[in-house]
């Protein structure tokens, strides 16, 4: 299961050793601690902080450019995954923190809602195909249909004009056939 907003704002609430962290891409950097030693060799403590700058990133997912503090480890890591939502979307949760994780879900249902809605377009343009086709095939029936009704016509037409035919030539047969037998009768 994926972390929700909600969950990730419950999870602000924990105690980090470095906070500023949590708010931009750290990539896992945090305050390192060390000593400064000089020629006395009297050590004083000191702090180092991670490289960091703010940059606007591209998000293909979300369209637009995003504002974020990101130390140089994280802006050579999103370059070598070719791109800020490749990073998001790659990368383990413990060293995006929570800005990170906060994008990782932004992106995440953008790219969703991006394949919701290229599969609704397919379903959409399916469905007109299958219209489309079932309409081409009822015109197709129909002009079968018509051209059938206009054979069938065309076949009692011609069977009219047989039975004409026929009747006519028999008519003619027994006419010729009454007279050849008066003509036989009267030459008896």
Same mark, same amino acid.
Not at 40 to 68: C, D, I, M, Y
């Given at each position: ?92 949760? &413990? ?36 219209? &489309? ?28 004009? &047989? ?26």
């Amino acid at each position: 299961m994926f972390p929700s907003l909600p969950v990730l704002a419950s999870l602000a609430n924990v105690s980090t050793p470095f906070k500023r962290s949590s708010l931009g891409l750290f990539h896992g950097k945090l305050k390192q601690y060390g000593n400064n030693v000089p020629f006395s060799k009297k050590k004083t403590r000191r702090t180092w902080l991670p490289n960091v700058q703010n940059k606007r990133l591209t998000s293909e997912a979300l369209g637009r450019k995003v504002e974020v503090k990101v130390t140089t480890r994280a802006l050579k890591t999103i370059k070598k995954h070719g791109g800020l939502d490749q990073y998001l979307l790659k990368t383990k949760p &413990e060293l995006l923190g929570y800005e990170g994780m906060r994008l990782r879900i932004s992106v995440r249902e953008a790219l969703q809602a991006e394949a919701e809605a290229q599969a609704e377009a397919k379903r959409v343009e399916e469905e007109t195909a299958r219209v &489309e086709k079932e309409k081409r095939l009822s015109e197709e029936q129909t002009a079968r249909l018509a051209s059938q009704k206009q054979l069938q016509a065309q076949r009692k037409v011609q069977a009219k004009k &047989e039975r004409r035919r026929s009747e006519s030539l028999a008519a003619s047969i027994i006419g010729a056939q009454s007279k050849s037998s008066l003509s036989s009768e009267s030459a008896r």
